[in-house]
Nanobody
Framework: QLQASGGGLVQPGGSLTLSCVVPGFTLGYYAIGWFRQAPGKEREGIACIGSSNGSTNYADSGEGRFTISRDNAKNTVYLQMDGLKPEDTAVYYC?????????????????WGQGTQVTVSS
């Protein structure tokens, strides 16, 4: 049961940090990824982080402005989002999957959390 939170309304150019609380056993065995889905669009990968050494894999949508990180002590994976744009408006999800670090895609996700809405608007 992954739990995503931290969404909200933010102005263009602003920043937001999303959190995904991951059950302890899941964080040790699975890579964790952040995804988003805008209305009428497919769910796309943003960034994934490995289960052991914290290696990361960024999709094109997450490269440059987004940073994924993890705090094992808190069983939490974060997504720091900077320079937000209106086109970043979407429901953001976190997911766990054994292969996510190598293939940061929806198909490689085994478990999903509920989404959190991010709206970028002035």
């Amino acid at each position: 049961q992954l739990q995503a939170s931290g969404g909200g309304l933010v102005q263009p150019g602003g920043s937001l940090t999303l959190s995904c609380v991951v059950p302890g056993f899941t964080l040790g065995y699975y890579a964790i990824g952040w995804f988003r889905q805008a209305p009428g669009k497919e769910r796309e990968g943003i960034a994934c982080i490995g289960s052991s050494n914290g290696s990361t894999n960024y999709a094109d949508s997450g490269e440059g402005r987004f940073t994924i990180s993890r705090d094992n002590a808190k069983n939490t994976v974060y997504l720091q989002m900077d320079g937000l744009k209106p086109e970043d408006t979407a429901v953001y999800y976190c997911a766990a999957g054994a292969l996510l670090l190598h293939q940061c895609t929806r198909a490689a996700s085994d478990y999903w959390g509920q989404g959190t809405q991010v709206t970028v608007s002035s």
